[in-house]
């Protein structure tokens, strides 16, 4: 399997998007974040922890609810199979029990699918939740890997598809990874994995290894950005490169049917791309 080739875009096999994020969007959530990984982009909010309804209580802990939202405002099959996905990878790593009989609700706006959306998604859960100051064991991340096949019948790993890469691709593995394990040893900290199609065991370790490495430089974003909010203290993080963009507009709230956006959000972008 080829593992480190040129892809029609320019990118390696092994290499991500480029990365853009912005937080506080949103007035009324208690958490928002606006998520960019090439030109896929994804607005979540978190509201809560809120009361709810008595019939949807838990008594030692607060539920965790989920709402995949896409443009067209059409809900199906995938976008609940999303939910459940984006829930069962959450909710082990928010702190529920601080919160009995309560409701933590993220809701997740695909504003552009150009693959990889639920990965995307992910991050961008991660960081409103997060922004809304929603405590967590720990911070994951997530990266998709698909394989695709050419007219010799080579096979070849691509991680953080684009949707064009997707279509393509005999199988795509969606893997979230514990940012804080992978940081530390290089290794393990897989937390959850979605495949479809066809991929055989080998396939799925080098998706496995590729992600991996992949998911350590979305971490390493994300634990940047929330560094730069004023009542977030972080370590100190190297050898990546950050940037403010002052002049960067918003995307309007109305998509979420919400509130108008908020004035000074923050916005952050790597300004460089490498191989991974």
Do not use: W
Request: charged content about 25%; some cysteine; overall charge neutral.
């Amino acid at each position: 399997m080829s593992t480190l080739v040129k892809r029609q875009k320019g990118r390696l096999s092994n290499q991500l998007r480029s990365i853009e994020a912005q937080l506080g969007l949103l007035n009324k959530a208690d958490g928002s974040a606006k998520y960019k990984q090439g030109d896929s982009s994804v607005l979540a909010a978190v509201y809560g922890p809120s009361e709810v309804l008595p019939k949807d209580e838990k008594g030692d802990r607060a539920s965790v609810q989920v709402v995949f939202k896409r443009r067209d405002g059409k809900p199906g099959r995938r976008e609940k199979q999303n939910e459940n996905i984006i829930r069962n990878a959450l909710e082990p790593i928010i702190m529920t029990h601080l919160y009995p009989r309560t409701a933590i609700m993220i809701i997740v706006q695909v504003l552009v699918d150009d693959g990889s959306i639920l990965s995307v998604a992910l991050n961008a859960c991660v960081l409103a939740l997060m922004d809304a100051g929603v405590p967590i064991s720990t911070v994951i991340s997530s990266i998709s890997c698909s394989i695709v096949v050419d007219e010799n019948g080579s096979q070849t790993l691509l991680t953080d598809p684009d949707l064009s890469e997707e279509r393509t691709s005999i199988g795509e593995t969606y893997f979230v990874f514990d940012g804080h394990v992978v940081a530390k040893t290089g290794e393990g900290g897989l937390v959850s994995s979605v495949t479809s199609g066809l991929l055989t065991d080998s396939a799925y370790t080098s998706c496995l290894t590729a992600s991996r490495s992949g998911s350590k430089s979305v971490y390493t974003f994300i634990r940047e950005t929330l560094k730069r909010k004023p009542t977030t203290v972080m370590a100190p993080i190297e050898n990546i490169i950050f940037e403010r963009d002052e002049a960067s507009s918003a995307t309007n709230g109305s998509d979420f049917k919400m509130e108008d956006e908020k004035e000074e959000s923050k916005t952050f972008s790597n300004v460089f791309m490498k191989p991974i």
